[in-house]
């Protein structure tokens, strides 16, 4: 009595000869393969064919559950971003990273650590497939690579020659809307920080008001970001007050001017980059007398010998002006003052 392994399906195939020949596969078949098959010799390559199919879907479907194991798993990226480049990849409003995620499909948020000094490198992290994931990032890379270079350079002068450089300084420059316009150059290098339309936007000039500049926006962070900014509260508040406001998925503080009241919603505008917005008034706080020194840096603009072709400007020309000027994306173009 011969024995035979456990699972394994004995087959009868006979030829056209009257011979009989019995085998054994050890192999496991679906419910209609579990039959004594009486198969003439040619139709031995039908079952051959039969059981080689039955393989290959196997295959495909153990391929299949792979790929959707593959496509469905999240790929998280930590990447380091330069302090100076924090508010570049945020934007005003958080413009930048929304589009960022627009673009790529992956979710871009900036880790929240109260402990980090603004000085400091912050870490933002990527959420999404790989490719999603890896597109944010090359896009957040390229914003960083962009970022203009500021040379900070000390000379010392002679305490006798000062009363001559300032008198220089004051009679080579003229004032347009309160801020001082270089002169002696036909072009000068500029920022769009806001546009409303095409006959209404504003820029920041570059001079050494802009590390200035920095410099504030950075001390209004320590300050109005700490747990003493509750002493700041404000109260009432009047039309032509200035405050510290700060700006959506933005950690730092700002400059603003209240343009209306209407009840707990304060319409401020930011003096420092042209940008107008409706802010709950818990969220704001006194600006402090010291940071009051620096002139205003938004200076607001038109273009020159243009008008709409009817009775305002369409959202596709404020686009394509945007988009020409790189407004809020801090990337430096040349400006003509033409009157």
């Known amino acids: 009595m011969s024995m035979q392994p456990q699972g394994a399906r004995r087959f009868t195939l006979s030829s056209t000869q009257r011979c009989n020949v019995f085998f054994t596969v050890n192999m496991e078949f679906s419910n209609r393969g579990k039959l004594i098959l009486l198969l003439g010799v040619p139709s031995t390559l039908l079952l051959l064919y039969w059981l080689l199919r039955e393989d290959k879907d196997e295959d495909e479907e153990e391929i299949e559950e792979k790929r959707k194991v593959t496509t469905s798993r999240q790929t998280i990226i930590e990447l380091s971003v330069p302090a100076k480049a924090v508010g570049a990849v945020i934007g005003r409003q958080g413009a930048n990273i ?89 072009y000068v290098e500029v920022y769009v920080s806001a546009v409303a339309s095409p006959s209404n936007f504003w820029i920041q000039i570059l001079t050494s008001m802009a590390v200035q500049l920095d410099e504030l926006v950075s001390s209004m962070a320590s300050m109005y970001s700490s747990e003493i900014s509750t002493d700041y509260l404000v109260s009432e508040l009047s039309v032509g007050d200035m405050v510290a406001a700060p700006f959506e998925n933005d950690p730092s503080w700002y400059r603003a001017k209240v ?25 704001l706080r006194k600006l ?9 840096q938004a200076v607001e603009c038109c273009l020159a010998n243009i008008q709409p072709s009817g ?12 988009d020409l000027t790189y407004c809020a994306k801090w990337k430096v173009i040349m400006a003509k003052k033409i009157a």
Not at 288 to 296: D, E, R, V
Not at 311 to 322: A, F, G, K, T, Y
């Open 288 to 296: 402090c007398s010291q940071f009051l020194s620096l002139p205003f």
């Open 98 to 186: 929304k589009k960022i995620q627009e673009e790529s499909g992956a979710r871009v948020n900036f880790q929240d650590d109260k402990t980090t000094n603004q000085d400091q490198d912050r870490m933002v992290v990527i959420r999404g497939n790989t490719e999603s994931a890896q597109n944010a990032e090359l896009l957040i890379r390229k914003i960083i690579a962009d970022m203009p270079v500021i040379i900070t350079e000390e000379i010392f002068v002679p305490s006798r020659a000062l009363g001559r450089i300032i008198e220089s300084a004051a009679t080579q420059s003229d004032t347009v809307g309160g801020f001082n316009w270089p002169e002696g150059k036909e």
């Open 311 to 322: 009775d305002s400007w369409s959202e596709e020309c404020i686009e394509i002006v945007e």
């Open 259 to 283: 343009m209306g009241v209407e009840g707990n919603k304060i319409d401020i505008f930011y003096v420092d980059y042209g940008d107008s917005v409706y802010i709950e008034k818990n969220k």
